[in-house]
């Protein structure tokens, strides 16, 4: 018998995963699922940006090992990108790190900062892969409850101190995954003072930053004075460009911790495949106008859906930004006993609000991840279980 390492053991089981298996099985017994509850943008990547890897994969230079740490014109491209869209400076070569999505850098910086015995604040509800970085360091996490009744923003002021003692890194993430919360500058600037206060990191992550609602673009937290000071932002192609496969991600901002997260990537992967990041430069470099496309759809969405939910008597504040629905869950049920209803008897896929964290019992998300006709036919089917109103 082998023993994994305890490091390990204590990961959590992958969230996801599961409830890709449970809709997976349900939609294999022939049932005609609709599936809200994984973040997978359903509509493809744009056509320049496909075509570009087409040419590009025939570049002999990209067949060989990558240069370690990325090409320029990637680093070059991203930078370009925030100066245009949130007047945000970054030196390519020393505030920018190339990363295989997201998650390997949200992963990773728990690694590069954080020792055991140190903590790390993390939002509840919140993205279940925060967790999962702290575990392989070996670190502790201290919860910070997202409060509607806050806005969905932490409460610095609630952090019990012994924590806050301890802490070396905290996760912000606005547009919020699940709650569809926004952040202000107000509450960034608050965060740059707490953090100066209290020696603690900022990871913004910002997977969700492209997509916010009623003509309101969501802020940088690098926007803030003396963010880069604190900490660094996570930016990823996956949901501006629908590039989720294609695994582009970013950290962006602070130089030390850019250094720490390409060290590790070094000795991990080298970079992605040139074409990829070829590709990639195009979506960032090129025109814009698919963006605003995807704004406008996912807007759209959301109003057919809320719309048809309002009718059957389910109420909620519409999401401001990122893709998701955060809606409460009806009397008599838990966030998970809703989730299998909805699953068994209307064939609708949702995530329940515990995956995310304590604070996320009571809720369920939904992925405005289908086109708007079967959004409507979702109201329609929880409509005929007669649960509200
Ligand atoms: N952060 C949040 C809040 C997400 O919801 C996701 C993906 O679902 C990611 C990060 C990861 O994105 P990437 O595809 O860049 O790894």
Not at 229 to 253: C, H, P, Q
Not at 362 to 374: D, S
Request: glycine share 8%; hydrophobic share 40%; proline share 7%.
């Amino acid at each position: 018998r082998i023993e994994p390492a305890r490091r390990l053991t204590s990961l959590p089981e992958q969230f996801f995963a599961a409830l890709v298996g449970k809709a997976n099985a349900r939609a294999a017994t022939g049932r005609d699922v609709i599936n809200l509850g994984q973040g997978n943008p359903d509509r493809p990547t744009p056509r320049t940006i496909v075509e570009k890897l087409k040419t590009a994969s025939d570049n002999p230079l990209y067949h060989k090992y990558p240069p370690f740490r990325g090409f320029r014109f990637l680093k070059e491209a991203v930078a370009k990108r925030y100066k245009e869209d949130y007047n945000v400076d970054l030196d390519p070569d020393t505030e920018v790190a190339v990363l295989f999505g997201g998650k390997t850098g949200l992963v990773e910086i728990s690694q590069c900062l954080l020792n055991p015995g140190d903590v790390c604040l993390v939002p509840d509800p919140g993205y279940p892969d925060y967790w999962s970085g702290v575990a392989l360091a070996e670190a502790e996490m201290a919860f910070m409850p997202l409060l509607e009744s806050n806005g969905f923003l932490p409460d610095y002021e609630a952090i019990p101190a012994d924590k806050l003692a301890r802490a070396k890194l905290m996760f912000l993430n606005y547009p919020n995954n699940p709650t569809a919360a926004v952040a202000s500058r107000s509450f960034y600037e608050e965060t740059v003072r707490f953090a100066e206060q209290n020696n603690v990191v900022v990871a913004s992550d910002f997977a969700y930053g492209a997509i916010g609602y009623d003509g309101n673009r969501p802020v940088s937290f690098l926007e803030t004075p003396g963010a880069k000071d604190v900490g660094i932002e996570f930016y990823t192609l996956s949901k501006s460009y629908n590039m989720a496969g294609w695994r582009v991600g970013f950290a962006l901002g602070n130089k030390q911790i850019v250094e720490m997260l390409n060290l590790i990537q070094d000795h991990y992967y080298c970079s992605l495949f040139g074409g990829i990041q070829e590709a990639a430069a195009e979506a960032l470099a090129g025109p814009q106008h698919s963006v605003a496309e995807l704004v406008r759809v996912y807007e759209s969405r959301r109003d057919a859906l809320y719309d048809g939910l309002a009718a059957i008597g389910w109420h909620a504040p519409k999401p401001a930004g990122s893709f998701f629905c955060w809606l409460p869950v009806p009397q008599g049920f838990t966030s998970a006993s809703f989730a299998d209803k909805l699953l068994e008897e209307a064939d609708i896929v949702v995530a329940p609000g515990i995956g995310f964290g304590e604070h996320g019992e009571g809720f369920v998300r939904l992925g405005l991840l289908a086109p708007e006709e079967r959004l409507r036919e979702v109201a329609e089917r929880i409509g005929r279980l007669r649960i509200f109103g």
